[in-house]
């Protein structure tokens, strides 16, 4: 049999058990209050850095995305709202029709702008949050992928971006 003692006199062993219990139940306490309340902790850096980004495929399920074949039904319905995040020269230097050219650069604070102002800025129609007719494109999807996770962020939570880009659409519909 374990012989429990205290190392101090006239202190019952369960006492100090008990004792020790509560400090470290209040240590504990404390630890998870200071993590709740928004410091940063190892664990939330992690999942900063780790979460996919949209140029590791984290854009390209079904949901996300429309292949050229899909937009050009778009299209011929007038059925979309197709935004070309690339930069103005490489707009003009060929895109795909009915798109308004919106550069990556100035998506978000296009996207944060009240409809007035967007469509006297870009002359074309405000998406709005629940519009599921939103497409980006770019050269290739990858800054159309960055565009889609921001216009998300904001609330654009069933935009989608061409896959592939303008490349894709070249490639299978011409332009």
Known sequence: ?????????GVPVLVLMMLSLLLSRGFCQ?????????????????RTYTTCSPTCEGTDD??????PPQLKAMLSNRNVQLFD???????QDGHIPQ???????VVEESLKLPPESFQQKFKVKA?????????????????????????RQLGFHRARHLKGGYAAWVEQEGN
């Open 1 to 9: 049999m374990i012989a429990l003692h205290s190392s101090l006199p």
């Open 30 to 46: 404390a630890v998870t209050e200071v993590n709740r309340r928004s410091y940063p902790t190892v664990a939330s850096f992690l």
């Open 62 to 67: 079904d949901a996300s995305v429309v292949t």
């Open 85 to 91: 995040v690339r930069n103005p020269d490489e707009y």
């Open 99 to 105: 798109a308004a050219n919106l550069p990556l650069d």
């Open 127 to 151: 998406p709005g949050k629940d519009d599921d007719n939103i497409v980006f494109n770019c050269r290739s999807g990858v800054r159309s992928g960055q565009a889609l996770t921001i216009a």
